[in-house]
């Protein structure tokens, strides 16, 4: 069993930064893929960032390009999402997700994804 707790969100204001950690106990994090993912209200999970187990590749919705950056400390267990230059669409709850993968494919979709977190609340006001 996983579990994955996630932190950092909070209210920002458009053109801000957070930074996202997403913390794992329960398994051998550093052997497996992580990503992150959203859901605004009244809309599906979608992909924003996702990793590979020893950070080696990575993958970027087109929306996070630029802006975001996932990362990961596998001493620590914990996975990253540096969020700069905040717009009020990326307004969601953001979720981190382990995946019971380890290749160098970095996974984008939520079926490829087993053990999620509770997700943490990110709103950006314009």
């Known amino acids: 069993q996983v579990q994955l707790v996630e932190s950092g969100g909070g209210l920002v204001q458009a053109g801000g930064s957070l930074r996202l950690s997403c913390a794992a106990s329960g398994r051998t994090f550093s052997s497996y893929d992580m990503g992150w993912f959203r859901q605004a209200p009244g809309k599906e999970r979608e992909f924003v960032a996702a990793?590979?187990?020893?950070?080696?590749?990575?993958n970027y919705a087109d929306s996070a390009k630029g802006r975001f950056t996932i990362s990961r400390d596998n001493a620590k267990n914990t996975v990253y999402l540096q969020m700069n230059s905040l717009k009020p669409e990326d307004t969601a709850v953001y979720y981190c997700?382990?995946?019971?993968?380890?290749?160098?494919?970095?996974?984008?979709?939520?079926?490829?994804?087993?053990?999620w977190g509770q997700g943490t609340q990110v709103t950006v006001s314009s």
């Open positions: 997700a382990l995946a019971l993968h380890r290749g160098w494919a970095v996974l984008t979709t939520v079926p490829e994804y087993t053990y």
């Open positions: 990793i590979i187990w020893n950070g080696a590749n990575t």
